[in-house]
């Protein structure tokens, strides 16, 4: 057996790759046409309006949907069939993140959760131990650890929701808007975790935001979705901008429009 040659072949496969997706729901075409290739790593932003079908794009890659037509690959392999082990190398931090304030649970507990699922009480390892401490301190949240997370800001929570993800020491990070609702403070806060996760795990990184002046440096990448389409890609570097208009529309950059 050459294992040389089976870690190339692996290296080669993208992380995502969708051939000719599209998804209708009740006769309503939500996903159409959509190819599109992400790398192990890359870090890949996904910018458009309310509707255009990033979450649902997102939902899609992990899982949570099947494509009514085309081909999703994770890793080289179908989604198709048994998806649990493959869908552990895939973390998605939703847009609305779904922890109950009330819950009586620490900062590092909920980060436990990303580890463990729900038996966020189960006896940790060294490894396990390594990868939650390394969570919360990309994400800046050590000394938050044994606070509960109901007393936390919308920041410290979007950051937590992060370090949760990322203990899931997952391959691939779906990151749906995890930017809104957080100040401009918090929101560069964010950046630079995302940065610090790429850099330092080399994971690959699909994040939806409408904020284009706010994208992480490590993003190389930009995709613009306009009716469930794909309708645009630039590099960052290239990226020039438009002052917000009166109505609050995002800003989007000229080689877009
Ligand atoms: N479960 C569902 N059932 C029916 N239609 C849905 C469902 N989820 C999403 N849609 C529709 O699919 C389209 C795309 O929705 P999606 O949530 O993916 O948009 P989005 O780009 O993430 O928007 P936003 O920026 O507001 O989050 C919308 O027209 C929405 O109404
Ligand atoms: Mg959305």
């Known amino acids: ?23 209708v729901h009740r006769g309503s075409p939500i996903l159409k046409d959509i190819t ?4 192990i790593p890359e870090c890949v ?3 458009g309006h ?13 899982g949570l949907i099947r ?11 179908s989604l198709e069939g048994k998806t649990t082990l ?10 609305d993140v779904n922890i109950d304030p009330r819950m009586p649970i620490s900062v590092e507990e909920v980060v436990e959760i990303g580890r463990f699922g729900k038996a966020w009480f189960a006896r940790k390892s060294p490894d396990d131990i390594r990868v939650i401490e390394r969570a919360m301190e990309v994400t800046g949240i050590v000394d938050l650890r044994r606070k509960p997370f109901g007393l936390l800001s919308a920041g410290q929570k979007q950051r937590v929701a992060l370090a949760r993800a990322l203990a899931q020491d997952a391959s691939i990070m779906l990151l749906d808007e995890p930017l809104s609702n957080l100040d401009p ?20 990184i699909l994040l939806v935001t409408h904020l284009i002046e706010k994208i992480p440096q490590s993003c ?38």
Do not use: W
Not at 36 to 39: A, F, G, I, Q, T
Not at 67 to 77: M, N
Not at 185 to 204: F, G, H
């Open 1 to 23: 057996m050459n294992l040389r040659a089976n870690s190339n072949q692996q290296k080669r496969k993208p992380a995502i790759l969708l051939e000719d997706v599209s998804l």
């Open 36 to 39: 599109l290739k992400v790398d």
């Open 45 to 47: 932003t996904i910018i």
């Open 50 to 62: 309310n509707g255009a079908g990033k979450t649902t794009l997102l939902k899609l890659i992990c």
């Open 67 to 77: 494509p009514t037509r085309g081909k999703v690959q994770i890793l080289g392999k």
């Open 86 to 95: 493959l869908q552990r190398r895939l973390a998605f931090l939703p847009q």
């Open 185 to 204: 403070q918090a929101q560069e806060d964010i950046c630079k975790a995302i940065d610090r996760i790429y850099e330092s795990q080399r994971v690959t």
């Open 220 to 257: 190389s990448t930009m995709l613009r979705m306009e009716k469930g389409r794909i309708v645009g890609e630039i590099k960052p570097s290239s990226y020039t901008y438009r002052s917000p208009t009166e109505s609050g529309a995002t800003p989007e950059p000229d080689h877009l429009r």
